[in-house]
């Protein structure tokens, strides 16, 4: 188990985060529980900017869909970042937080015409546009609001990373942007050339996430930069930017080794000037989409242990409070996940035991085989690495209101999501006439 940021134990034998005993935050505010140390947040947010910003004069963008609420797209702005939204709600969310539009990007494979027009009624900073009927769709709108709209085009590089390796090839059969090697992006580039209402200003492409293998970031600029020039060559337009999408890996669980951004950035940095400078390009205004590695770790969630059951010999399941409700990873792609009991952080494992869930799913497991101290129904169990892609994918699967968020530092803990209670899920249930007549019928004729 790895406490990161300004988790520590403390006098108590609990496990303090931000200065806050973390056994009183589930008593204050109950469980489960997310708490964001916004120390580290806004480190990782720092890390970027002097990574790149500062010293390649790159431009670093939060991707939102990580974890994204008004407190949040407010401390992202404060370091000094952009925002990357994929919706009209992470986009609303910016707006309402006040977020300056032209440094918002809007990204995703099928947005509405309505998010469209919202986004150029917000006036964002960018659109990267993902396919062909979208760029028609946003020429069209454009063009009606009387305006011209800078984009982005997304691209298929046919590189494509995971945690511990990358694929050159292949990769063609992905839902997102315009494949550069059978011609579709050249094809898209050039009608995007032609359209009077949209402005091209670069090209995207997204290799991945969880990546620990920095080789595939230089491969994907390498390949990207090919692009750029073999565009200048047949139709004499010069990119001015490339956006590298986000991807860099983090610590879930015993083996993951995260490469530090500052290697990122320079991997990265050197890949596209080098490439540039071979073909004789100026070096474009690069651009990063950073999102779990600066959420991820910064997260933790808390729940409270209930029933425990022994089947001896086959596997002892701990039920605690939340699950797949408030954290889907784990039954969506087995993500792995450690954790701690945080009102006795100084007992040492004794037993291999699973973390069970409360929803009515044999898949809602968090935790499979952990070693933990013996835990009891009360206990607080704290799962680690939980900022990220928690609750932007929480649900309210068997009607479970989503937990509360709080922002901790030095020892301040302020609610920055309000926890879910039963009105909240009725909110937007109608019930028909005809129905309501017949349960007052019902009612009466008892
Ligand atoms: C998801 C995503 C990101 C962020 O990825 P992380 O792995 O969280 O860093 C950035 N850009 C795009 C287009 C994405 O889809």
């Known amino acids: 188990m790895k406490l990161q940021g300004t988790m520590q134990v403390n006098q108590k034998n609990h496990l303090e985060i931000g200065g806050c005993d973390t056994v009183e935050l589930a008593r204050e505010f109950g469980t489960p529980l997310y708490v964001i140390d916004e120390t580290l947040f806004r480190q990782n947010c720092r890390a970027y900017y002097q990574a790149f910003t500062e010293s390649y004069g790159a ?15 407010s401390m992202v702005e404060q370091e000094g970042l952009g925002l990357d939204v994929v919706s009209g709600g992470e986009l609303y969310t910016a707006a309402k937080a006040r977020f300056p539009m032209e440094r918002v990007y809007f990204h995703g494979n099928n947005k509405s015409p309505e998010e ?7 006036k964002v900073g960018r659109i990267v546009v993902d396919n062909r009927y979208e760029l028609e769709t946003l020429n069209n709108l454009a063009g009606e609001m009387g305006v011209k709209v800078n984009i982005l085009l997304r691209l298929s590089p046919g590189v494509e990373a995971h945690t ?18 059978n011609g579709m992006a050249m094809a898209g580039v050039k009608r995007a050339l032609q359209l009077p209402h949209v402005q091209l200003t670069g090209f995207h492409c997204h290799i991945g996430s969880q990546i620990f293998e920095l080789q595939s970031y230089a491969h994907a600029a390498e390949v990207m930069m090919g692009f750029v020039h073999n565009v200048y060559r047949e139709t004499g337009f010069v990119a001015e930017e490339l956006n590298m999408g986000g991807g860099l890996g983090i610590y879930y669980y015993q083996g993951d080794r ?27 205004k690069v651009i990063v989409e950073p999102g779990r590695s600066i959420a991820g770790p910064a997260g933790i969630t808390l729940y409270t242990v209930g029933a425990i059951k022994d089947i001896p010999g086959i596997r ?4 605690v409070d939340g699950g797949m409700g408030d954290n889907p990873r784990p039954a969506l792609y087995q993500s792995k996940y450690e954790a701690c009991v945080a009102n006795r952080m100084h007992e040492q494992p004794v037993e291999k035991v ?13 935790i499979r085989d952990i070693a933990l101290p013996s835990l009891q129904p009360g206990d607080i169990l704290a799962v680690l690495g939980t900022g990220a892609y928690n609750y932007s994918m929480s649900m309210n699967y068997n009607r479970l209101p989503r937990p509360a968020m709080i922002l901790v530092n030095n020892g301040r ?5 309000r926890r879910e209670d039963y009105c909240d899920l009725i909110r937007n249930d109608v019930m028909p006439d005809r129905l309501r007549s017949n349960l007052v019928k ?5």
Request: hydrophobic share 45%; aromatic share 6%; charged share 20%.
């Open 116 to 122: 469209l027009r919202m986004a150029l009624e917000y």
């Open 258 to 284: 995260p490469r530090p951004v500052k290697e990122y950035a320079d991997v990265l940095m050197t890949a596209v000037k080098n490439t540039a400078a071979a073909l004789d390009l100026p070096v474009p």
């Open 316 to 319: 002892k399941y701990v039920a």
């Open 442 to 446: 019902l009612a009466s004729s008892r």
């Open 59 to 73: 431009t670093v963008i939060y991707a939102s869909k990580t974890l994204s609420n008004l407190a949040v797209c």
């Open 354 to 366: 699973s973390i069970a869930g409360k929803c009515c799913e044999s898949g809602d497991m968090l």
């Open 164 to 181: 511990h390796e990358y694929i050159k090839t292949g990769q063609i059969d992905s839902k997102f942007g315009l494949v550069i090697e």
């Open 413 to 417: 803990a302020d609610l920055i999501v």
